[in-house]
C-alpha cells in the first residue's frame, strides 16, 4: 500500500514537470475563438482539455477555470463562457496558480484497506499465517475588483444598448470582462470590436444564452510583455442553488473530444445527463496535504488538510454536450461508507471480525452441539472468543460445558473445587494457549536472532534486543513452567480425579467430555475463514 501511494505521487509529480513544459497546451472551458493569421476569417482554438475546481459554501460558487491563453500564437484569441447569475453580483480575479489536489481515491483505498483486512482475518487461525504470507500477497469575500456593479459603456454604434460591461480587469497580462448581452446581435458586434471578423449567427450554441438571466466571461491576453508559460486561472465568484459548470460551449467542437475534468471540494453529486453518462466518471478523494498558493486564500477558506473533493471527468465527443452541467450539494450515501473503510480501517477489520466470529460460531456450534442449539448467547461467546484468535477458541472451548452435567457427579466437584485444582486448571489452560504462539513465532525468528546475535555477544544486551528476547522466549518459557508446577496433584488427591475421569468428567475443565469439541474448531475455523472472505467481498462490492 505504501509502494501504491509513493508509485502515485511520483506519477503526479512527473505530470506537473511535464505540464509545465507545455506552453501550448490550451486549457479552458466554453469556447475558444481565434482569428485566422492568414484571412478575414476565424475559428474555434483547439482545446486539449478542460480543468475546474469549485468551492460550493452557503450558496456561492467560487470557480477557478483555468486559461490556456498563454504561449506562441495567441494574439487576438477570445475566450468566453456563461456564468448563471445577476452581472452585479458576480467578481472576476486572474490567479497565476492553480490548486493542487491529488490525494487517494477513496473507494480504491477503502478495497485496498479491505485486501489487508482479508489477510488479518485469515491470519487469526495461525496455521494460515505461512499460507497467506506465500500466497497473499460559511462565505468568505470575493475577490476584491475596482467597479463591480458598475456597468461601463463600450464604444461603437448599437452595442451600448444591447451588451453592457460590468466589470473590466487587467491582471497577469490577461483581460477579463463581465458582460450581458440582451441580443444575439449586440454581441456579435462586441466580439467584432474585439478585433474577430465573425459574422452574425455564426456560433449559434450562444442563442441557449441570450436574453435570459446569465452573464458571459469573456478573457484575452491584453499584454504584449513576454509572459511566462504558467497555467493562469479566471476566479470567478457568484450565487447559485446548485452548482454550475459550463458544459454546453464546448459543443462547438463537434465530434473532438475535449476532456472535461472537474475538481468540487467536498463530496457532491452530479445531475449527469443522459447523453454522456456513459462518458462520465465520478470519483471521491480525499488528499491529506493540498497545495493552495497565497493568491488562492480566498477560494479555499485556509483548508489544506484531509480535504475531501469530487473528481467528475467527462471524455467524449463534444457535439454530445447538449446542456450545461449541474451539480447538487450533497454527499452520496456511498461516500460515508467507503470514508469509514477507507479512513478507519482498523475498526473496520475488527467490525468484520466480530461479525464473522459470531457468524460461524453460531452455524458450527448449531451442527455440532446438540445440547446448545436451543442457547444462541452461548454460542455466540464461542464466536467471540476467536477475536483473540484461535487460541482464543480453544480455551472457551475447553472451558465451557457443552453437555448437560451429571447431577450426581456434583459433590465431587465441590471438594475438588475446594482443594483449589479448579482455578489452578484454568490459570494452567490460559497460561499454556497463551504461551503457544509466542513460541511458536520465536521458533521462526530463531535463525534470524541467532544470526545477528553471532556478531557480538553484547547485542543480547541492548534495548531493541532484550525486551524482543524477553517477551518472545523468557515469559513464554516462564509461564509454561508454572504451568507445569501448578498442575500437579496431591498423591491424596487423585483418586478424586480418578472418580472423576469414570464419570466421563475432564479433569481440565471439570465439565464432562465431548469429543465434538474436537470436530467443532476445525468446522468454526473453515466456516470463518469462508464466511470472513465473502463479508469482505460484498463489503468490497458496496464501496
Known amino acids: 500500500m505504501k509502494k501504491l501511494s509513493s508509485l502515485i505521487t511520483l506519477s503526479f509529480i512527473a505530470f506537473l514537470a511535464v505540464f509545465s513544459f507545455v506552453p501550448k497546451l490550451v486549457l479552458a472551458d466554453g469556447m475558444v475563438i481565434r482569428p485566422d493569421p492568414y484571412s478575414d476569417r476565424w475559428d474555434y482554438s483547439d482545446e486539449s482539455n478542460q480543468q ?86 460559511g462565505y468568505v469575500g470575493a475577490p476584491h475588483m475596482e467597479g463591480v456593479g458598475a456597468p461601463l ?124 453518462k456513459s462518458y462520465t466518471k465520478t470519483e471521491y478523494y480525499i488528499d491529506s496535504y493540498a497545495s493552495f498558493a497565497d493568491d488562492l486564500k480566498n477560494f479555499y477558506s485556509g483548508q489544506s488538510r484531509n480535504i475531501k473533493y469530487t473528481k467528475i471527468e467527462v471524455n467524449m465527443p463534444s457535439k454530445f454536450l447538449t446542456e450545461d452541467l449541474w451539480i447538487s450539494n450533497f454527499s452520496p450515501l456511498k461516500t460515508y461508507y467507503s470514508t469509514f473503510v477507507a479512513n478507519r ?44 484468535a484461535i487460541f482464543g477458541l480453544l480455551i472457551t472451548t475447553a472451558l465451557i460445558s457443552t453437555k448437560e452435567k451429571n447431577e450426581s457427579i456434583k459433590p465431587l ?7 483449589g485444582y479448579s482455578w489452578k486448571r484454568r490459570v494452567v489452560v490460559v497460561l499454556f494457549f497463551a504461551a503457544i504462539p509466542f513460541l511458536l513465532f520465536g521458533l521462526l525468528t530463531l535463525p534470524s536472532l541467532i544470526s545477528e546475535l553471532s556478531y557480538s ?42 472418580q472423576l475421569k469414570s464419570a466421563s468428567y475432564s479433569s481440565w475443565s471439570f465439565q464432562p467430555k465431548d469429543k465434538m469439541k474436537y470436530v467443532f474448531v476445525p468446522m468454526f475455523s473453515v466456516l470463518f475463514l469462508i464466511i470472513s472472505w465473502l463479508l469482505v467481498k460484498l463489503v468490497g462490492f458496496t464501496v
Open 52 to 137: 475546474a475546481f469549485i468551492n460550493y459554501d452557503n450558496g456561492l460558487q467560487k470557480m477557478i477555470i483555468s486559461v490556456g491563453l498563454e504561449g506562441e500564437n495567441s494574439d487576438g484569441v477570445v475566450w468566453l463562457f456563461p456564468i448563471p447569475s445577476d452581472p452585479n453580483k458576480v467578481a472576476i480575479d486572474v490567479v497565476k496558480n492553480l490548486p493542487q489536489l491529488s490525494g487517494e481515491e477513496i473507494s480504491k483505498k477503502a478495497k485496498s484497506n479491505l485486501d489487508d483486512t482479508t489477510k488479518f482475518l485469515q491470519m487469526t487461525q495461525i496455521y494460515t499465517i505461512p499460507f497467506v504470507v506465500l500466497f497473499g500477497g
Open 153 to 276: 459603456e463600450m464604444k461603437g454604434r448599437g452595442i451600448e444598448q444591447d451588451v453592457i460591461i460590468y466589470e473590466h480587469l487587467e491582471k497577469e497580462g490577461i483581460t477579463s470582462e463581465i458582460i450581458t448581452a440582451k441580443t444575439a446581435t449586440g454581441l456579435y458586434d462586441y466580439l467584432r470590436n474585439k478585433g474577430l471578423k465573425i459574422e452574425s449567427g455564426s456560433i449559434p450554441v450562444l442563442d441557449n444564452y441570450i436574453g435570459k438571466e446569465y452573464s458571459f466571461v469573456v478573457s484575452w491576453i491584453s499584454s504584449s510583455e513576454n509572459i511566462v508559460s504558467a497555467q493562469r486561472g479566471v476566479f470567478v465568484t457568484f450565487p447559485t442553488k446548485d452548482i454550475y459548470f459550463p458544459m454546453l460551449p464546448t459543443s462547438v467542437y463537434g465530434s473532438k473530444i475535449v476532456p472535461a475534468t472537474i475538481r468540487v471540494l467536498g463530496y457532491v453529486s452530479p445531475k449527469v445527463f443522459q447523453s454522456i
Open 345 to 388: 480501517p482498523v475498526i473496520s477489520a475488527i467490525l468484520l471480525l466480530i461479525i464473522s466470529s459470531l457468524i460461524a460460531g453460531i452455524l458450527a456450534g448449531l451442527v455440532v452441539f446438540r445440547a446448545l442449539r436451543k442457547n444462541i448467547f452461548k454460542l455466540g461467546l464461542f464466536g467471540l472468543s476467536n477475536c483473540l
Open 413 to 419: 466437584l465441590t471438594e475438588i473445587k475446594q482443594k
Open 457 to 498: 555477544s553484547m547485542k543480547i544486551f541492548r534495548g531493541d534486543f532484550l525486551i524482543p528476547i524477553l517477551i518472545i522466549y523468557v515469559l513464554p518459557i516462564t509461564a509454561l513452567i508454572v504451568s507445569f508446577v501448578i498442575k500437579r496433584i496431591k498423591i491424596e488427591d487423585k483418586d478424586l480425579f480418578e
